[in-house]
C-alpha cells in the first residue's frame, strides 16, 4: 500500500492544485476543500450518467455527461481521469459506442482512486490548518 502522497501524486496533478491555492485568500476557506468538495459531491452523478448512457447505448448521453466531467476532472487536477472522459466524450460526440463499456470501466475505477485521493487531499489540508 502506497502513502497517502504517493497515491494522490499518481491520481491528481499537485500542480493543478498549487495553482488553486495561488487563488486563494487569506482568512477565506480553504480552495482546495471547497473545489474538491464540490468535485466529490457532484461528481458521482456524472459517472453514473456515463455508466447508464454507456449501458443504455445513448451516445447523446454520453457525450454531455462525459464532457461534463472532463472540465470538472481536469479542474481539480485528475488528468487521467479527464483523459478518459474525452475518449468517452469524443465516442458519445461521434455515434461510436464500439469499445465504451470498458472504457467507462476504466473510467469508473479512476474516478474511485481520485475521490480517495481528493478526501487524502482535503483531510491534510484540514489538519494543516489546525
Same mark, same amino acid.
Given at each position: 500500500? *502506497?502513502?497517502? =502522497?504517493? +497515491?494522490?501524486?499518481? +491520481? ?13 485568500? !487569506?482568512?477565506? %476557506? ?6 474538491? =468538495?464540490?468535485?466529490? $459531491?457532484?461528481? %458521482?452523478? *456524472? ?7 454507456? !449501458? ?29 472522459? *474525452? ?10 459506442? !464500439? ?8 473510467? $469508473? ?14 483531510? !491534510?489540508?484540514? *489538519? =494543516?490548518?489546525?
Amino acid at each position: 500500500m *502506497k502513502e497517502g =502522497g504517493e +497515491v494522490i501524486s499518481d +491520481v491528481i496533478d499537485r500542480s493543478v492544485l498549487a495553482s488553486l491555492r495561488e487563488l486563494q485568500d !487569506e482568512g477565506d %476557506p480553504d480552495i482546495v476543500a471547497e473545489v474538491g =468538495g464540490l468535485f466529490i $459531491k457532484h461528481s %458521482p452523478e *456524472k459517472v453514473n450518467a456515463i455508466m447508464q448512457s454507456v !449501458e443504455n447505448g445513448d451516445a447523446r448521453g454520453l457525450h454531455m455527461a462525459a464532457h461534463s466531467l472532463k472540465s470538472s476532472s481536469a479542474y481539480v487536477g485528475a488528468m487521467r481521469l479527464s483523459a478518459l472522459a *474525452k475518449e468517452l466524450e469524443l465516442m458519445g460526440r461521434s455515434n461510436s459506442l !464500439e469499445g465504451s463499456r470498458e472504457l467507462a470501466q476504466k473510467l $469508473k475505477t479512476e474516478f474511485m482512486l481520485v475521490m480517495a485521493a481528493l478526501d487524502v487531499e482535503i483531510n !491534510e489540508q484540514g *489538519k =494543516g490548518r489546525l
